[in-house]
């Protein structure tokens, strides 16, 4: 059956449905947000109440839409007066309280209007799927399954898709790829079981890693760097993390998991520590109350200090900042293997610590298939994109050797399961296998490896490694990305653009212009896109007075921006996450740009005492002078502006409205298809007849008008001491020239001229002592002082 999908219903007023309704519209769908209010609602204040809850959920931060512009696209009325509208959606979602009784009446009011052939889905968190459609039509058992949503909705990647045995196959297919393509979601297929995947393995893991440091005698700081960045976790932890999440909810949870699962062996693991009775008992909530693990206190002086709780005593001290031998020394393990290696074998209670929450969760892992899902993949995907770890159990696992796990496993007196055991007498030493840039996981009834759907369109540079790479230095690969095309990754810290990087592009565009027919420059970082140029080479060379090096060094810079724009073949750039000053600096040079939806960019070196010099203010300037043209008398000054003050963008949605991104680029919403849509990108503008263009000369600038005008603004804003003294002078400098220097009249000029003025400004701010001190402060990892 074909389908598509133009109008989606959400049900529910709760900040969850919300964030749904925001999602869809942020795909640019029809959504229209039907609210439920409390029976003693006037009926003429209902619509009202919904639109104060969409206000609430639209103050959040970060924001849950790409741009606010997009809440047009989100139509409001209410279950009581406009529910008869559903029969126009295609979708409808149900998100309202979690109450059986209440959501069984919703779906009989949708089985009576929605159209035949509709998907209608639930994002209920924790109720039984099948239990929703008792008494439902037979049109909507096919048409209907869970869908479930992790908050904050538009940053969570997982969305667990749970079909019932009534559901037609074809519908959970069209929702994976659709899910999948339009909401950039990662797509995983659960099973109708008790919290479904990412929260069962989640609470499982954070109940052992408190019981473990309450046996081991560890503190709360000490559990949240073991927890956090060693295993590829956010920085939160454990401790941390329960008190976001709320000790009250944490405790709700694990003990209706703990009486529902009778069938689980390791059921007694969602029994709730003691440490976190006492928390109930006291009332010591976490962030709701103020207090939990973590306290924050004002001095006598309003300083806010946070404090830690010690276990043992109940007492609330200040936070230790602890630097444990072991952490310091995996930063230079080469790869996860190797971290790993050290952390289970080290001495002492730490290396204990490892080795039991090791044990209880590899164990407990294995025992959930096919309980929970069908796959061991589809447990690690989970729990990656919905908890944000960057490592699954069972490539934990891999990682230390499966042998090796289960004799963790057997040293606490448990057994994995029988399969685990089949595996490695077997002879198969992986759970994962890499074949023809194609992963595979070890199924279980098959006893073979077989391939990992939604791998198609899809292209992960850590799969490459084995027979793609074409070249590589201290900074960059160089892979083939196949249809004729290279792709430049980057692996610097933050992916900034030191010397190695430029060799790489310069050969990488060398390269390309005479055998392939384009090139994409992208990466896989979960960090950074490119945070841009390497402060602490340019430090270097401008506390040591080397000028003509710094000279050289930007000016390298500027022509390696110019050949990426003008090379003969084309170039396709691939940001996300962070792309920020150089980062940011490329993307603009780009042929096409095909960006993250979440791509933060921003032309940010105002910040540390500089102006753009990578290309970035003539950029500008030029593009400036492009909309003057079509009649945007604004747009220089909105450019100004926005260098100026440093601004980010909080999506790439954003950064097209700054004009850092052209109509005509591309913005993707699932960042997983990001590498293979630039490629497509080139192979595009390849077959369409790429010809390599000339230099622009015909750039309009301002001259000592335009200067004037940003002057006068200036010198307000130094008045009103909203900048420092230095703050105006780098202003002056950036006046000057996206202003064109001082020329008597408005004219044209070429973009060579501009990189000129931009090189010279950069020049003689970076021999300023206040930019200096501002780097410095930067490159120690602080803020850069406003002196």
Known sequence: MHRLIQKIAVLGSSELSIQIAFQMANANLEVLLLGTTAPDINPSERTSVLREALQRVSKTKPHPLYARSFSKRVLVGTVEDDFQKIQDCDWVIEAVEEK??????????????RKPGSIVSSATQQLPIQGLIEG???DFRRNFCGTHFFQPVRYVKLLELIPTPQTAPE???FLQHFCEYHLGKTVVLAKDTPAFIANRVGMYSLLQNIRAAEKLGLSVEEVDLLTAAPLGRPKAGTFRAADTLGIHTLAYAAQGLAQVLSKDESRNGFQLPGILQTLLQNKWLGDSTGQGFYKKE???????????????????????KLKIPVLEAIKKAPSLEARLSILWKEEGKIGEFYRTIFAENLAYVSHRIPEIADGLYQIDQAVKAGLDWHYGWFELWESIGIQNGIELIESVGKKPADWVYALVKAGKGRFYTLENTKRYYYDIVSQTYQLIPGQEGIIILD?????????????????????GVIGLEAHSKMNTFGLPLMDALEYALTLAEKNHRGLVIG????????????????????????????????????????????????????????????????SLHADQLVAAAETYMGLVEVGVGLIPAGGGTKEMALRCSDLHQQGDEEALQRAFTTIATAKVSGSAQEALEMNFLRPTDQ????????????RNAVVKLADQGYTQASPRTDVQVMGKKG??????????????????????????????????????????????YLLDLEREAFLSLSGELKTLERIQQVLTGGKAPRN
């Not at 006598?300 to 936070?319: F, M």
């Open 707 to 752: 200067i004037a005008a940003f002057e006068a603004g200036i010198a307000q804003m130094r008045a009103a001491h909203f900048i420092t003294e230095h703050d105006q002078f780098i202003l002056q400098k950036l006046a000057y020239v996206i202003s064109g220097g001082n020329l008597d009249r408005p004219q044209l000029v070429s973009e060579q």
């Open 298 to 320: 004002k001095t006598e002086k309003g300083v806010s200090v946070i404090q830690a709780l010690d276990l043992p005593s109940l007492d609330y001290r200040p936070v230790q």
């Open 523 to 586: 990466n896989d970082s979960t960090e950074a896109f490119s945070a841009g140029v390497n402060l602490g080479l340019l430090f270097v060379y401008a506390s040591q007075q080397k000028w003509e090096e710094v000279n050289q060094m930007i000016n390298r810079f500027q022509q390696t921006m110019m050949r990426v724009r003008y090379s003969s073949i084309p170039v396709a750039v691939a940001p996300h996450t962070l792309a920020l000053g150089g980062g940011c600096e490329i």
């Open 463 to 483: 799969h490459l490694r084995n027979n793609k790479e074409i070249w590589s230095n201290a900074e960059a690969h160089l892979w083939d990305l196949g249809e």
């Open 171 to 173: 519908v959970i297919d």
């Open 667 to 678: 913005i993707v919403l699932n960042r997983s298809r990001l590498i293979a849509e630039a």
């Open 136 to 138: 439902r039509s037979e």
């Open 100 to 113: 059986l009784e209440t959501k069984k009446n919703i779906f009989e009011k949708v089985d009576t209007h």
